[in-house]
């Protein structure tokens, strides 16, 4: 059964750091991988999808890596701000029909 | 561009009612599905659809059912509402294909039984 944990659970960083948020998944068997973002009482916004045979993805101060291998992604943000504050979530599609999904890194970024 | 909508944002139910929770979406989607978030857990799958006439169960489906009649919509019915289905409720769509393409989720419902 493929399982997702992202470490750590919840960060505080002050306004203008470099942070990594990680994600592993147990079974390296997956499609594709997505990162999300939620805000309080909101829905997911999806941020960046990696596909099984890609590495990396960019998009302005995010880039996200995958390791399919050692079952790893990684989500980099570059210079955060308190805009970036909310929780971040992972999720692996191990089958065509379903999302496995990680339980959060909720950020604080401090000004 | 509409994406993804849920109603209600907010119910309140009693135990032993029905509802119906809705999901809309406007990109072609073939692919939809439902999951519930909870504290703790994260969020699982409930039921999902690859087509019109296409239903099939997640992870947690025993209290819900769907049924899929067009491409946009697919509504989550809860039969006789219980506590533990206190949660918020997302639906999500996206294109079908082999290797899975990008998720889009909607805004959610948040449901309380009481």
């Known amino acids: 059964k493929q399982e997702v944990t992202q470490i750590p659970a919840a960060l505080s960083v002050p306004e203008g750091e470099n942070l990594v948020l990680n994600c592993s998944f147990t079974d390296s068997a997956i499609y594709n991988l997505q990162w999300f973002r939620q805000d309080p009482g909101k829905g997911l916004t999806s941020l960046l999808l990696i596909q099984s045979s890609q590495r990396e993805q960019t998009s302005g101060r995010l880039n996200a890596s995958l390791d399919k291998s050692s079952g790893r992604s990684t989500l980099y943000i570059a210079a955060s701000q308190p805009g970036d504050s909310a929780t971040y979530l992972c999720?692996?599609?191990?089958?065509?029909?379903?999302?496995?999904f990680g339980k959060g890194t909720k950020l604080t970024v401090n000004p | 561009n509409a994406g993804v909508t849920q109603t209600p944002k907010f119910q309140v139910l009693k135990t032993g009612q029905s509802m119906t929770l809705q999901c809309a979406q406007d990109m072609n989607h073939e692919y939809m599905s439902w999951y519930r978030q909870d504290p703790g857990m994260g969020l699982r799958l409930i039921h999902y659809s690859v087509g019109a006439g296409i239903t099939d169960q997640g992870e947690v489906p025993n209290g819900y059912n769907v049924s899929r009649s067009t491409t946009e919509d697919f509504p989550l019915r809860l039969l006789s509402a219980a506590p533990s289905q206190t949660s918020v409720y997302f639906c999500?769509?996206?294109?079908?294909?082999?290797?899975?393409?990008?998720?889009?989720f909607g805004q959610g419902t948040r449901l309380t039984v009481v």
């Open positions: 999720a692996v599609r191990t089958g065509s029909e379903k999302l496995v």
């Open positions: 999500a769509s996206s294109y079908w294909a082999d290797r899975g393409t990008e998720a889009f």
